[in-house]
């Protein structure tokens, strides 16, 4: 069954750091998605991205995040200047757009700021 | 902020049907019910979806009500795996979508 696939699956990197965390979304899939859970809260929209720009973003997506599809197959959340509050788990989702709109997951990217 | 309201925790005993409600009165006429799943800290699972006819696929069962102002998730067979937090959300079904995640139901399948 086709899936969405992140890497890495937990990075650790330091405060004021970039991070760009990567997805694979399924095949044929034309909308994509980034959305974070920080530790113990609600998985939270980021980002909705659709025929190479973004179609949508929350109060969160601000000028630190950046998204881009560089080719056919990725998909990549860049966050700059990290800060400790970024620590969160990070998914990345995609959904078919015509057939169907169903959005289906990825496992995640986990990342600590330290 | 969420537009569903779900009971905050469940227990259910293994093999029995457990049985999820969710209330979304402002629902409007052309959103989707959409439910989810999350295991530990996993992405969220997709289970099953409907407009306003009852909906059954491999993992679960869709009850709306008539009014479409709240349903029911039926696991028919609740096993130890099915330990997890489910999300009721609804949704536009067409174009970008934003889920709005509550807090959902924490549902404990005991053995």
């Known amino acids: 069954e086709p899936e969405v696939t992140q890497t890495p699956s937990h990075q650790v990197t330091q405060m004021g750091q970039e991070v760009i965390l990567r997805c694979v979304p399924i095949?044929?899939?034309?909308?994509f998605y980034w959305y974070r859970q920080i530790l113990g809260q609600k998985v939270e929209f980021l980002v909705s991205?659709?025929?190479?720009?973004?179609?949508?973003k929350s109060e969160i997506f601000d000028d630190q995040f950046s998204v881009e599809r560089p080719d056919g197959s990725n998909f990549t959340l860049k966050i700059r200047s990290t800060k400790l509050e970024d620590s969160a788990m990070y998914f990345c989702a995609s959904s078919p757009g015509i057939s169907g709109n169903t959005i289906y997951f990825g496992e995640g990217s986990w990342l600590t700021v330290v | 902020d969420a537009k569903t309201t779900q009971p905050t925790s469940m227990d259910c005993a293994e093999g029995r049907a457990a049985n999820l409600p969710c209330n979304h009165s402002t629902i409007s006429g052309n959103e989707y019910v959409y439910w989810y799943r999350q295991i530990h800290s996993q992405g969220p699972q997709y289970i099953i979806h409907?407009?306003?006819n009852n909906e059954t696929n491999e993992m679960a069962s869709l009850i709306i009500t008539e009014d479409r102002k709240s349903s029911t998730l039926i696991l028919p067979h609740a096993t130890l795996r099915d330990t997890a937090v489910y999300y009721c959300?609804?949704?536009?079904?067409?174009?970008?979508?934003?889920?709005?995640f509550g807090q959902g139901t924490r549902l404990t399948i005991n053995p």
């Open positions: 959300i609804v949704c536009w079904f067409q174009g970008a979508q934003k889920l709005v």
């Open positions: 095949s044929n899939h034309l909308y």
């Open positions: 991205f659709y025929n190479n720009e973004i179609s949508e």
């Open positions: 409907g407009l306003k």
